[in-house]
Structure formats: C-alpha cells, structure tokens
T-cell receptor, first 118, second 112 residues
C-alpha cells in the first residue's frame, strides 16, 4: 500500500521561531499533497493543497505568509510555520494522492506532527 | 458552520456486538462519502467509502449506509472486535475535487 511519512513526529519550539515539517510519499509519486491541522477534539481542517512545482492553494482563513508550503518534488512537500506562536500549537497532518488506479480513497495520510510552541 | 457532524464523541460497545457510527451533513453537493479510522499518534487510514449513487456498500465486517434524503450516513461494524477501538472520522468530498471535509470523529471503544 501507499506509505506517507512525516518528520518530525513531534517538535517543541520557542515562540517566534520557525519550524519545518516534512511530508514524504515513500513508494509512490504524489502529484498532490494536502496539509491539515487538527486541534483537540476537533476535526481535521484542510489548510492548503499543493501540487508539485506550483504554488499552494490555501483555504480561507489560512495565512499563506505564515504557513509556507513547498512541493518541490513528487515525493516531498514541506510546511514551514514561521514565527510560531502558542496558538499555532496543534497536530499537523499531511496526505498525498496520485497513486495510479486509485478510486475515491486516493488520499493517504502521514502519521502527523505534534507542534508545541512555548 | 460545520458541514459534517458526528454528534457522538464516543461510543462503547461489547465485543461481538454491532457498532453503529453516525454522520450527518448539510450540503447535498457531496458525491463521495468516506470513513477513516485513526489510532493515537497515527494518521487516518481509509476504511470504506460509498458514492452518492448507492445506498449501501459492504466490505467484510464493515458496511456503510447512505440516506441522501436525510443527509445521513452510518458505518456498521459487526461483529465488533477490540482491535476496532479507534477514532472514526467520516469525510465527504465533491466529485471532481480531492478536498475532504471531515467530521470531528467518534471514539469507539470495544470492550472484551
């Protein structure tokens, strides 16, 4: 099956610093990657959609200058939380799609990254 | 305004019995309805889906029912097993779009 990894699995940083999270599709080429954020007891909220080689499309209310997304290759997308603040503390999950022949279940999720901003 | 609602945050079921997880939605434009299962510290994994042209889809112990007029779908697990204990999310998407809209999830606990 399709495997998506994320690194790091958890990170603690000081307020004002930037944090980079990597999302990799290990055994398939991901034409599209998605970044989600999940607050405790809430649903996964889509932040942005990125296609390889083009700019990410951000959902309404998500600051593109704060959450920088780069999808430079078909197997790697990165999310950089710039000038992080405590309210950015959350669980960030990526997913990838692009597996040939897949049906409606084409998004494969990474294990997530727990970000804590002190 | 929440488009997808899972009104039960938790559900506890005895092993061997049926688990029924519910999901309601407000927008009739959705075409595909998916269920994901999530264990702690892991990402969601796809479980089963149904398209809007069907009202039932079965895969082993898992069956998803769709009632379009009521904008309601449900996931039945029978017989329930302790390994089914996880958080279950329903996720909806429109045809032609890959965007998924998730519910808040229901934590299922299957007791031995």
């Amino acid at each position: 099956g399709a495997v998506v990894s994320q690194h790091p699995s958890w990170v603690i940083c000081k307020s004002g610093t930037s944090v980079k999270i990597e999302c990799r599709s290990l055994d398939f080429q991901a034409t599209t990657m998605f970044w989600y954020r999940q607050f405790p007891k809430q649903s996964l909220m889509l932040m942005a959609t990125s296609n390889e080689g083009s700019k990410a499309t951000y959902e309404q209310g998500v600051e593109k200058d704060k959450f920088l997304i780069n999808h430079a290759s078909l197997t790697l997308s990165t999310l950089t939380v710039t000038s992080a603040h405590p309210e950015d503390s959350s669980f960030y999950i990526c997913s990838a799609s692009g597996l040939a022949g897949a049906g409606t279940d084409t998004q494969y999720f990474g294990p997530g990254t727990r970000l804590t901003v002190l | 305004d929440q488009q997808v609602k899972q009104n039960s945050p938790s559900l506890s079921v005895q092993e061997g019995r049926i688990s029924i997880l519910n999901c309601d939605y407000t927008n009739s434009m959705f075409d595909y309805f998916l269920w994901y299962k999530k264990y702690p510290a892991e990402g969601p994994t796809f479980l089963i889906s149904i398209s809007s042209i069907k009202d039932k889809n079965e895969d082993g112990r898992f069956t998803v029912f769709l009632n379009k007029s009521a904008k309601h779908l449900s996931l039945h697990i029978v017989p329930s097993q302790p390994g089914d204990s996880a958080v279950y999310f329903c996720a909806l998407r429109r045809g032609g779009s890959e965007k998924l809209v998730f519910g808040k999830g229901t934590k299922l606990t299957v007791n031995p």
